[in-house]
């Protein structure tokens, strides 16, 4: 069964960095779309980044450009995002998502919390 599994989030301060980690079981899915997505209560889910599968492409929200970087290690099917210089508004759930054809996959989420 295939699987994602977040981990990395935590508390930390305006202005500090988190690295956040998917990690992909069942089978490899370097050939996947993923895709990180962020969610504060009372809001919608949005889109934070995305690679493409095979890496062919990057895309972030305007508001994360230049701050945070997405990357895959195929060798540990394993996704990153790594978080600069974060702003209190960016406390949420962060959830990975992975998308093959038809079948669309998305974990359970680490929780980040940037006090203000």
């Known amino acids: 069964q295939f699987q994602l599994v977040e981990s990395g989030g935590g508390l930390v301060q305006a202005g500090g960095s988190l690295r956040l980690s998917c990690a992909a079981s069942?089978?490899?899915?370097?050939?996947?779309?993923v895709a990180w997505y962020r969610q504060s209560p009372g809001k919608e889910r949005e889109f934070v980044a995305g690679?493409?599968?095979?890496?062919?492409?990057?895309d972030y929200a305007d508001s994360v450009k230049g701050r945070f970087t997405m990357s895959r290690d195929n060798a540990k099917n394993t996704v990153y995002l790594r978080m600069n210089n974060l702003e209190p508004g960016e406390t949420a759930n962060y959830y990975c998502?992975?998308?093959?054809?038809?079948?669309?996959?998305w974990g359970q989420g680490t929780q980040v919390t940037v006090p203000s």
């Open positions: 690679i493409e599968g095979g890496e062919s492409g990057k």
């Open positions: 998502y992975a998308k093959y054809f038809r079948g669309v996959y």
């Open positions: 069942g089978r490899s899915f370097s050939a996947y779309a």
